[in-house]
Each structure stands twice: as C-alpha cells, then as structure tokens.
C-alpha cells in the first residue's frame, strides 16, 4: 500500500520515509476511515504506539477515547502508565 503523510508543516512524504510513529498514527486513521463506512462494535489494537512518542502517544489517546463513546475500544501497550495518560 502505498500512502502519502502529511504531518505539521512538513511536506507530504510518502510511507517509506516516514518514521515509525508517523506510520501508526496513519494505519490508525486509515483503519477508522475505513471503518466509519462499515462501524464495527468492538476493536482491538496491540502495542499500536510502541514508535510514537509521548505527544503522538497522548493524542491518540485523546482520539481513541472520543472514538470509544461510539465502539468498544481495547488495547494493549508496551509503555507504562507514567508514559501517558490518555490511553
């Protein structure tokens, strides 16, 4: 699959040069956009911010929870709780 980011004021780059945070964090939206045709009530996602940090990681978080008032939402991380607060 071949995908353009675009993250800030950067340049869109294509998948291949982006870092491995900014991969998940479009796999994520990718994955939601796709499901907000076809809304499933359950999701599971596993060590999804293992390369992102603190900021990427808090605001996923913040994501997750709004996106969680509507589907049930389960994850697994390999960060502790002193890393962020939101997932």
Not at 7 to 32: D, H, T
Not at 51 to 74: C, H, P, V, Y
Request: aromatic letters at 10%.
């Amino acid at each position: 699959v071949f995908m353009l980011g675009k993250f800030g004021n950067k340049m869109p780059r294509e998948s291949a040069s982006l870092s491995g945070g900014e991969k998940a964090v479009i796999s994520v939206a990718l994955l939601m956009a796709l499901q907000s045709a076809y809304a499933s009530p359950f999701y599971l996602f596993d060590e999804i911010d293992a390369n992102m940090d603190a900021e990427r990681t808090e605001r996923l978080g913040e994501f997750l929870n709004k996106w969680g008032k509507t589907s049930q939402i389960r994850h697994s991380d390999i960060k502790g709780p002193e890393y962020h607060r939101s997932l």
